[in-house]
């Protein structure tokens, strides 16, 4: 019985829950149809039910800029959204939108991502968009510009690395400490 006593650490460690990183996704080659031109990157960490995407920039110039002026979404003091879309329809979205004022008529300003399925939690990545439909940039959705191509690619987040959290350590240490004990009693 006490031979087996070191492997309940490592059991342990191996039973802990895996916890997923946040990635950082990037705009490629995202067109609209008159032109215009979407670029950035947005952070989404799957450890978080609500509201998912914790940082991004993105913008839009090209285009019908009497309408659509060239424009910056950012998480300084924007609002956004993140969510599964309803089932049935085409998959998952994430809005981003612009203050009331930067509207027009009053409208705020967004651009709808939207994917076939949940984003996936691994680096170098590549997920096209879904085009047409909700995948659009509009002023509360009149007027608006559909998505005509495009892809986002997952990378790091930007930054330093992640710090392990103290109870992996914990569980490493005492692993590691189960292990030496049973290799100096075995000698």
């Known amino acids: 019985m006490r031979r087996w006593l070191w492997a309940v650490p490592l059991l342990a460690l191996a039973a802990a829950p895996v916890q997923a990183v946040p990635i950082t996704w990037t705009l490629e080659n995202v067109t609209l149809d008159d032109g215009a031109v979407a670029s950035g990157w947005f952070v989404h960490d799957r450890d978080l039910d609500e509201n998912p995407v914790t940082d991004w920039f993105l913008a839009v110039t090209g285009g019908d800029v009497g309408v659509f002026p060239p424009f910056e979404w950012s998480n300084d003091g924007d609002w956004h959204d993140a969510a599964n879309v309803e089932p049935g329809s085409l998959g998952w979205l994430i809005n981003f939108g612009g203050l009331p ?3 027009y008529g009053g409208a705020p300003r967004q651009i709808r991502l939207v994917f076939h399925g949940e984003l996936p939690g691994a680096y170098d990545t590549v997920v096209p968009l879904v085009l047409g439909g909700l995948a659009a940039e509009c002023y509360a959705c009149v007027p608006y510009r559909m998505i005509t191509g495009g892809q986002v690619r997952s990378g790091p987040p930007p930054g330093p690395s ?7 350590l914990l569980l490493l240490g005492a692993g590691l400490a189960g292990l030496a004990a049973w290799r100096t009693r075995r000698s």
Request: aromatic share 10%; hydrophobic share 20%; net charge negative.
């Open 101 to 103: 004022e930067y509207g």
């Open 162 to 168: 992640p710090v392990p959290e103290p109870s992996a």
